[in-house]
């Protein structure tokens, strides 16, 4: 299995693609001046305690004022509030933690009022990037994520990732980064620390470290809404996250970046860095690599399935609901229990890579096709956890009910992505909306592959929009040149500019329309 990090930069910042086997399981857009990312850490403002909602409201700088509850404030709250006061007020502080007296937990069962009041500066970050009306929501249980550590100053205790099962891995990395961790610190350690050494931990400790003595300096003379420490990139962040031994290559089209990626990765894992590639081709990167296509495809409100199936993705303000339908499967099956179970496995598939791609979180309700026997539902219920195995964000997946629904809770941390799947229509000037066009091609691609080679009908005529005609007739090496080749058949062409650029037909030899919709 292999993966590609495809990087392409725009004029409002860049488009990040992850492929796991030439296909697209993630895509994220990084814009220039984003602030409020999840990491982010503020000197914050309390500028209203709500003791009904046991919360404050903190002015970190957005148009809204951020959310924090007092659950969040975390049991080493006085800890950190002693030492932002003391670094504010300029007092002889030092950066480091190691000689610091840590102040008792606060109540876990307190109240807002009683640790909080109005104009208090206090230190705070970024768990939830603001999402539609809602603000940021913080919490001031501070930590620095890295490769293989995750560091949590003010605090003492090893923890390590529930992903390892190996008890004796799980001891042997507790003793290990407890030998080299300084006083006044915690770490968690993270999935892919499993069977590194300690040089490797101890200098991802380190560099976790320094983030955090630059910051606590930047404290001194930070004004209240500034970032005191912020979040890498998020190029970076993906690889810090997901960079292991299958990355293949790292393609970038632009040298900055470029060289902000080769620089990180031979910080992290000097050995990967001849991976990270610079790209210049005369094709725009994303084309070149059959992303775009895929985006438009993958977007859409309809997603269609490989075995014929597809889905229909809806949001909604409390949640999104995927229904699977099995289109023209439905006639391929012995009898309608084996449909229902091959269409439901393909769509669980897409249904994990499609939440992955999406980002989308909160509650999502899927609409499985109506199984009767327990065994297929179990299958279903197993096969979507092995599938959503791979996901970074944190989910909840349960059984399907006797109605067929599975309900799925995906933590949602940012607002979901979102790509404009249509486009307007050159027919009639903006009128309406239609399907993208880019996939046009493929739809006759496949229909002329399925009747010359299925159908074995030999004389057929395909009718199509004037832009269409040219891409597949223009050219020494024409498509419809291919296509002769391939076939050893010539198959004609019609422009017809009374047609939409999305609209074609086939017709046999008697001049009569060839039904496609159910082509393959």
């Not at 990087?7 to 220039?32: M, P, W, Y």
């Not at 148009?63 to 709250?77: M, N, Q, R, S, V």
């Not at 407890?178 to 999935?191: D, L, Q, W």
């Not at 912020?230 to 632009?254: C, P, Q, T, W, Y």
Request: charged residues 30%.
């Amino acid at each position: 299995m292999s993966n590609e990090l495809i990087i392409n930069s725009t004029q409002n910042g860049c488009r990040i693609a992850l492929l796991k086997d030439k296909s697209l399981v993630e895509f994220h857009h990084d814009e220039d001046g984003t602030q409020f990312s999840v990491g982010d850490i503020y000197l914050g403002t309390v500028k209203k305690v709500v003791q009904g909602l046991n919360a404050a409201f903190i002015d970190i700088g957005y148009e809204k004022d951020a959310f924090l509850h007092y659950l969040d404030l975390g049991p080493k709250f006085s800890s950190l509030h002693e030492f932002t006061k003391r670094a504010v007020s300029k007092k002889n502080t030092s950066s480091r933690l190691e000689k610091f007296g840590l102040k008792p937990d606060i109540d876990k069962h307190g109240k807002i009022g009683n640790v909080l009041s109005r104009n208090q500066q206090i230190l705070v970050q970024v768990v939830k990037e603001p999402i539609s009306t809602k603000g940021p929501r913080l919490s001031c249980e501070l930590s620095l994520a890295g490769r293989y550590l995750v560091l949590v100053p003010f605090s003492n205790t090893v923890n390590v990732s529930k992903k390892i099962g190996s008890s004796d891995e799980r001891k042997r990395l507790v003793r290990l980064v407890s030998s080299i961790k300084p006083e006044n610190y915690g770490v968690i350690i993270r999935t892919v620390a499993e069977g590194k050494d300690v040089r490797e931990l101890d200098t991802d400790l380190r560099n976790l470290l320094n983030t955090w003595h630059e910051g606590a300096k930047a404290l001194r003379t930070a004004k209240p809404r500034e970032k005191v420490i912020g979040e890498m990139s998020k190029a970076s962040a993906i690889l810090r996250d997901v960079l292991n031994e299958s990355f293949d290559n790292i393609h970038i089209d632009d040298k900055e970046i470029y060289d902000e990626v080769k620089s990180y990765i031979k910080t992290i894992a000097p050995d990967k860095e001849k991976i990270v590639k610079y790209y210049n081709g005369k094709s725009k990167i994303f084309e070149n690599f059959g992303i775009e296509r895929q985006i438009k495809s993958a977007f859409g409100q309809s997603v269609s399935l490989k075995g014929g199936g597809y889905l229909i993705v809806e949001h909604t303000e409390a949640l999104h609901v995927i229904d699977v339908n099995s289109g023209n499967k439905s006639n391929r099956e012995e009898d309608q229990e084996a449909t229902a179970l091959s269409v439901n496995i393909e769509a669980a598939k897409e249904i994990a890579r499609q939440l992955r791609l999406r980002d989308m979180g909160g509650i999502i309700v899927v609409d499985f096709i109506d199984m009767k026997r327990a065994e297929n539902k179990k299958l279903i219920y197993k096969k979507i956890k092995e599938e959503m195995a791979a996901d970074r964000s944190k989910f909840t997946v349960l059984p399907l009910s006797k109605f067929g629904l599975m309900q799925i809770t995906r933590q949602r941390v940012r607002p979901e992505m979102n790509i404009a799947t249509k486009e307007v229509c050159p027919t009639c000037q903006g009128t309406g909306k239609i399907s993208a066009s880019i996939l046009v091609s493929d739809q006759i691609e496949r229909s002329v592959d399925y009747l010359m080679t299925k159908q074995n009908d030999r004389d057929i005529t395909v009718v199509v929009h004037p832009f269409i005609y040219a891409y597949f007739t223009k050219g020494t090496l024409s498509r419809r040149l291919k296509w002769f080749m391939k076939y050893f058949k010539w198959i004609k062409m019609i422009q017809d500019s009374s047609m939409g650029v999305t609209e074609f037909k086939f017709l046999n030899k008697f001049g009569e329309e060839i039904e496609v919709s159910n082509l393959q």
